[in-house]
């Protein structure tokens, strides 16, 4: 299999028939093996019957269905496990992602990237949209190394080998490309055409920065100290410690006990011990894990 694409739904009824039409026709141009994931986060309208209906017309069209929503991580998560091509897109079902401009990414791809995020230049969303939006994309850029204009664009192209090592759950699929960068993997970016949503509403408002915000936090924590915790805690421990003899020697120069220091240099003393046993104890647990990855989503039915 050449090509294969992600795409998760959730209530988008009036666009699936126009995207699977747009999708196959730019797959009949290129000529080139393809498979089409539908991966239904627990629709309440006819979504699902209409994938249905698809992979019975089209032996391209492949449907994982959630038992109730679980979120676009899950729903990404589930169809990385199943997808075989080479290359792997990710799309939003609103149509607001041109396939059309699934030629471009493929250029970029033969290029040896192992991952090419859209950058939606020319935006078709409000301004209360936008604006949070730029800030978000910013703070991503600079906490986490990556210089990219939008990291929230849902079309993205990847290698298979890059989303078989990325683990994406909560938020996370907001923060791919600094994932796969961290892993050394080579991250690109492409201007896309950006659509007007025609049918139905977005599923996202501004709660999800709060939680993009603090996945960022997450992200850039396990980036940096995921493998080696001790150098986060056992640093803190050390500068508690520090702190805490300079907190006695102030406390009791010259020779007039202050009692507010003393306590407080004893208690900094006790801080930077536990810290740096933590940091110890945090070291073996990840010495000790290596368990399976686990998914929280429940398939309800697959064809």
């Known amino acids: 299999m050449d090509i294969s694409f992600v795409i998760p739904v959730y209530n988008e009824e009036g666009d699936l028939l126009q995207l699977h039409s747009e999708i196959t026709a730019q797959m009949a ?3 080139r093996s393809y498979e089409i994931y539908f991966i239904d986060d627990g629709s309440t309208d006819s979504s ?13 069209v492949r449907c994982v269905s959630f038992r109730r929503n679980f979120g676009k ?13 080479k290359y792997v897109f990710t799309m939003d079902a609103d149509l607001q992602d041109d396939p059309s401009e699934i030629p471009a990414f493929l250029a970029m791809m033969e290029e040896g990237y192992d991952l090419v995020s859209g950058w939606k230049k020319e935006r078709h969303d409000p301004l209360e949209k936008r ?26 192209c990847y290698t298979k080998e890059c989303t078989e090592e990325l683990d994406v759950y909560g938020e996370r699929h907001r923060f791919m490309p600094a994932l796969a ?34 996945d960022l936090l997450t992200v850039s924590f ?7 915790p001790a150098h986060l805690l056992g640093g803190l421990g050390f500068l508690s410690l520090a702190l805490g003899v300079l ?17 407080l240099g004893s208690a900094l003393l006790v801080f930077g011990g536990l810290s740096v046993l933590l940091g110890l ?10 368990a399976p990855q686990k998914t929280i989503h429940s398939v309800k039915e697959e064809f």
């Open 29 to 31: 141009r290129l000529g």
């Open 73 to 85: 991580s899950e729903a990404l998560s589930a169809g990385f496990r199943r997808v075989t091509g």
């Open 48 to 60: 699902l019957a209409l994938i249905k209906k698809l992979s019975g017309e089209d032996g391209h």
């Open 131 to 156: 604006l949070p939006s730029k800030l978000f994309n910013a703070t991503v850029s600079w906490m986490t190394g990556l210089k990219l204009h939008d990291f929230n664009c849902g079309f993205k």
């Open 281 to 290: 104890l945090a070291e073996l647990v990840v010495a000790r894990s290596r």
């Open 222 to 228: 396990l980036a940096t100290y995921a493998r080696r």
């Open 181 to 214: 960068n961290e892993r050394g993997f080579r991250v690109g970016e492409l201007a896309v055409n950006h659509r007007a949503r025609i049918h139905g509403k977005s599923k996202f408002g501004l709660e999800r920065y709060a939680r993009g915000f603090l």
């Open 247 to 263: 907190s006695f020697i102030v406390g009791i120069f010259p020779f007039r006990f202050n009692h507010l220091f003393l306590f």
